[in-house]
């Protein structure tokens, strides 16, 4: 243990915590909250992993050559994972959330803990968000429910380099709560109250480092995929204000934060999946391919079906799916500033408008049609 992480583990001692699922984010945050001073049980879906981790403390697969805590130790089963926790977190791939919760729901019936989503995807089928799912599940107070999200490639955490993150809820006290627990020498959380901005933050940069890796495959070089960094995050924050999020939350390390250290990395499982199509895989070899879970591949269609619900234009995305879809050469991937033929005016709205933005224009418009309307629904743009 290293002199930093000895002078916080004080902060939360003895907190007993859960964390479901033990890939490479699931056991670094259990790292994260141990060396916090909780006392952390893992659930890991096979047997042998959770055998290791218990009695090794460490997760060959997923972090070579991590030594974990001490005070972490891991089960197979569910029931012994949740029993007595005070916070639970969450971190299966998010398709497989929904019936992991079902199997969580009986075992929480009775607890108040604060249940955390550390996923950074969406629902294919209802294109809904990690918290939405576990609200819907768990039929819980949304104020029980957070997310974290950031700058967190799950190998340099786990080396204790130097991180922040953001922790957001509707409750003000449930953030801070977690917060407190995930914290320690080498991991800083920030609080917000903004879960949509700051999942929807976690859920784009997957899309936009997808659109990395296929420019690194393709061969071309930095400043096409600066264009494409600023640019893409552009349509985050276009989509992000549309469902509802804050403008400042995608400046921040939920934000901009994690779309440039997961551009950067080689680490990313979603710019290692772009990498591939880049050099010409088609879906299913990439899909072949990766060993581990790179989210962006299943949220693309949703984010482009909730896009056009609410009439942001998100090109660079479009084209990242037409690349998956096999109907677009990864070479003629480019950071288009508008998809109709005018000459763009100004870098920061879609629609050739100066001022602060096309989605906070749109954003204003629906709640003011919303607002004509009765609350009855808003027209769409
Ligand atoms: N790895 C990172 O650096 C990182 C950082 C921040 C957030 N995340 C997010 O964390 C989430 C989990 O990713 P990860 O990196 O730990 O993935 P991973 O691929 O490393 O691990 C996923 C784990 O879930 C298990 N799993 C697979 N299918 C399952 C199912 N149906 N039910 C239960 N468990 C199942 C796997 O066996 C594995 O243990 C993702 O949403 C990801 O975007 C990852
Ligand atoms: O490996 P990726 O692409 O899933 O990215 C991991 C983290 O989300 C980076 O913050």
């Given at each position: 243990?290293?002199?930093?992480?000895?002078?916080?583990?004080?902060?939360?001692?003895?907190l007993?915590?859960?964390?479901?699922?033990?890939?490479?984010?699931?056991?670094?945050?259990g790292?994260?909250?141990?060396d916090?001073?909780?006392?952390?049980?893992?659930?890991?879906?096979?047997?042998?992993?959770?055998?290791?981790?218990?009695?090794?403390?460490?997760n060959?697969?997923?972090?070579?050559?991590?030594?974990?805590?001490?005070?972490?130790?891991?089960?197979?089963?569910?029931?012994?994972a949740?029993?007595?926790?005070?916070?639970?977190?969450?971190?299966?791939?998010?398709?497989?959330?929904?019936?992991?919760?079902?199997?969580?729901?009986?075992?929480?019936?009775?607890?108040?803990?604060?249940?955390?989503?550390?996923?950074?995807?969406v629902e294919?089928?209802t294109?809904?968000r990690m918290?939405?799912?576990?609200?819907?599940?768990?039929?819980?107070?949304?104020?029980?429910?957070?997310?974290?999200s950031?700058?967190?490639?799950?190998?340099?955490?786990?080396?204790?380099?130097?991180?922040?993150?953001v922790?957001?809820?509707?409750?003000?006290?449930?953030?801070?709560?977690?917060?407190?627990a995930?914290r320690n020498?080498y991991?800083?959380?920030?609080?917000?109250?903004?879960?949509?901005?700051?999942?929807?933050?976690?859920?784009?940069?997957?899309?936009?480092?997808?659109?990395?890796?296929?420019?690194?495959?393709?061969?071309?070089?930095?400043?096409?995929?600066?264009?494409?960094?600023?640019r893409?995050?552009?349509?985050?924050t276009?989509f992000?204000?549309?469902?509802g999020?804050?403008?400042?939350?995608?400046?921040?390390?939920?934000?901009?934060?994690?779309?440039i250290?997961?551009?950067?990395?080689?680490?990313?499982?979603?710019?290692?999946?772009?990498?591939?199509?880049?050099?010409?895989?088609?879906?299913?070899?990439?899909?072949?391919?990766?060993?581990?879970?790179?989210?962006?591949?299943?949220?693309?269609?949703?984010?482009?079906?909730?896009?056009?619900?609410?009439?942001?234009?998100?090109?660079?995305?479009?084209?990242?799916?037409?690349?998956?879809?096999?109907?677009?050469?990864?070479?003629?991937?480019?950071?288009?500033?508008?998809?109709?033929?005018?000459?763009?005016?100004?870098?920061?709205?879609q629609?050739?408008?100066?001022?602060?933005?096309?989605?906070?224009r749109r954003?204003?418009?629906?709640?003011?049609?919303?607002?004509r309307?009765?609350g009855?629904?808003?027209?769409?743009?």
């Amino acid at each position: 243990m290293t002199r930093r992480t000895a002078l916080s583990r004080r902060e939360a001692s003895g907190l007993r915590v859960a964390v479901i699922g033990a890939g490479s984010w699931g056991t670094t945050f259990g790292k994260i909250l141990a060396d916090g001073g909780a006392q952390v049980t893992m659930w890991a879906r096979r047997p042998e992993l959770a055998q290791e981790i218990a009695e090794a403390k460490r997760n060959s697969q997923y972090l070579p050559g991590i030594n974990l805590p001490r005070a972490m130790t891991a089960t197979h089963q569910l029931a012994l994972a949740l029993d007595g926790a005070e916070q639970v977190y969450l971190s299966v791939p998010s398709q497989s959330l929904r019936e992991n919760l079902k199997a969580l729901r009986p075992l929480l019936a009775d607890s108040e803990a604060p249940v955390v989503s550390l996923m950074k995807g969406v629902e294919r089928r209802t294109g809904l968000r990690m918290s939405q799912v576990i609200e819907q599940e768990l039929r819980c107070d949304p104020d029980r429910i957070a997310v974290a999200s950031g700058p967190n490639l799950a190998l340099e955490i786990a080396r204790e380099q130097p991180t922040a993150a953001v922790i957001a809820s509707n409750s003000q006290e449930t953030a801070d709560a977690v917060a407190r627990a995930a914290r320690n020498g080498y991991f800083r959380s920030f609080v917000n109250t903004d879960v949509i901005g700051t999942e929807f933050g976690g859920v784009l940069k997957n899309l936009i480092a997808v659109a990395i890796g296929i420019v690194d495959g393709v061969g071309y070089g930095e400043n096409t995929k600066a264009s494409i960094i600023t640019r893409g995050l552009v349509e985050m924050t276009d989509f992000a204000v549309a469902n509802g999020a804050q403008p400042e939350t995608l400046q921040g390390l939920a934000g901009l934060g994690d779309l440039i250290a997961t551009c950067q990395s080689p680490l990313s499982r979603n710019n290692t999946a772009g990498r591939l199509l880049g050099q010409g895989y088609g879906y299913q070899d990439v899909v072949k391919q990766m060993q581990q879970t790179a989210e962006g591949l299943a949220s693309l269609a949703p984010v482009l079906q909730l896009a056009r619900a609410a009439g942001v234009e998100m090109p660079i995305v479009e084209q990242v799916k037409m690349v998956l879809d096999g109907t677009m050469d990864p070479r003629d991937i480019a950071p288009h500033l508008t998809t109709d033929d005018d000459t763009p005016q100004g870098e920061r709205t879609q629609n050739g408008q100066a001022g602060s933005g096309g989605a906070l224009r749109r954003a204003f418009q629906r709640a003011f049609d919303q607002f004509r309307h009765g609350g009855r629904g808003a027209a769409r743009d």
